[in-house]
C-alpha cells in the first residue's frame, strides 16, 4: 500500500494541516464509524468517480454523489464506504481552516457532505482529471496546492478572534472557559458565537465538547487497561455520566465498544456485521 503525506507551504500550511493519498488501501470489513475530530476535510476519490453517504442508522440506506466531497465539520460518527479508500487524495484542514476555500460560512457545511462541484463547478471535475493524469504522488500533491490556493479568498486570514479563541481551546492543559475566552477578544457573546461558527463551522461551546472527546481518545490509545473514572475526571466531565453522554453522542458506542474495537487510527471503528 502506497501512503504519502504532505505539508503544504505557506500561507497554506496555516489553514492546511496536511495532504494526504492512499493508494492499494484496503480493511477487511466494509464498512467504519468515522469520529468528529472538529476539522473539515476534502475528499477525491481516485478509483471510481462516486462516494456513498450512508444512513449512519441503517447502512443499508445511501445517497450517492460524485467522487470528489467536501466533508463538513461533524458533531456525531459518520458511515465510511472502505471500498472507496483504496485510491483516494485529499486535504485535511486545521480546524477554522477550509472556510476562505468554499465561499461559503463552514457552519453551512456542518454535519454534511457536499459534492464538490455544488462549490467549485466545473473546476472540481478538472481537478479529478488532472490528478488522474499526474504521475507522482509529488505531482498530486502540486495540484491540490496549487487549486486550493486558486480557490482561496483574499487575504488568506482569519478573524483575530477565532485565531485567539483556537489557540486558547487547544491549550488542554489550562482548559480556559468559553467566557474566560470570550472577555479577552472584545466581542459580545453573541458576536463571538456568530464569528467562530461561520469560520470553524461549530459553536465554540459544541467544538470544545468535540476536542474534550478527542482528548479522551488519546488518553486511552496505549491499550493498557483504562481507569474510566480517573479519564472523566481529569479530561473535565463533572461525572461518569456526563463523559458516557457525551461519548455516546459523538461516537455511538459506549467508551468500553470503543476500546473493545479501536484500531491504530483512533477515529476509525470497524463495523462488523
Known amino acids: 500500500m502506497l501512503v504519502r503525506h504532505y505539508v503544504p507551504q505557506p500561507p497554506l500550511s496555516d489553514f492546511v494541516e496536511l495532504l494526504w493519498l492512499y493508494d492499494g488501501y484496503s480493511q477487511p470489513h466494509d464498512k467504519e464509524r468515522l469520529l468528529p475530530n472538529g476539522c473539515m476535510e476534502l475528499v477525491i476519490n481516485l478509483r471510481e468517480d462516486q462516494a456513498r453517504v450512508y444512513d449512519r442508522r441503517d447502512t443499508r440506506q445511501f445517497q450517492t454523489t460524485r467522487g470528489a466531497i467536501l466533508v463538513g465539520v461533524q458533531s456525531e460518527f459518520f458511515v465510511l464506504d472502505t471500498a472507496e479508500q483504496r485510491s483516494v487524495i485529499g486535504a485535511h484542514f486545521k480546524p477554522g481552516g477550509a472556510f476562505p476555500f468554499f465561499n461559503l460560512p463552514a457552519g453551512e457545511f456542518h454535519n454534511q457532505h457536499l459534492s ?19 504521475p507522482t504522488p509529488h505531482t498530486k500533491f502540486q495540484i491540490l496546492e496549487e487549486s486550493l490556493l486558486d480557490h482561496a479568498s483574499k487575504p488568506l486570514l482569519r478573524h483575530p478572534a477565532v485565531d485567539f479563541a483556537l489557540n486558547e481551546f487547544g491549550d488542554l492543559r489550562r482548559s480556559p472557559s468559553i467566557a474566560q475566552v470570550t472577555n479577552q477578544i472584545g466581542l459580545s ?29 488519546r488518553r486511552i490509545r496505549t491499550g493498557r487497561e483504562v481507569d474510566w473514572t480517573g479519564v472523566a475526571l481529569d479530561s473535565g466531565y463533572f461525572d461518569q455520566a456526563h463523559f458516557i453522554h457525551d461519548f455516546k453522542a459523538f461516537s455511538g458506542l459506549s467508551p468500553t465498544a470503543y476500546a473493545a474495537h479501536r484500531t491504530e487510527h483512533l477515529n476509525h471503528v470497524p463495523i462488523l456485521d
Not at 462541484?117 to 473546476?123: E, I, N, P, S, V
Not at 459553536?203 to 476536542?211: A, D, E, I, S
Open 116 to 134: 464538490l462541484d455544488l462549490l467549485w463547478g466545473t473546476a472540481a471535475f478538472e481537478l479529478r482529471d488532472r490528478l488522474l493524469e499526474a
Open 189 to 217: 457573546s453573541r458576536r463571538f458565537i456568530d464569528v467562530f461558527n461561520d469560520q470553524v463551522g461549530l459553536t465554540p461551546k459544541l467544538f470544545c465538547r468535540v476536542q474534550r472527546f478527542q482528548n479522551v481518545l
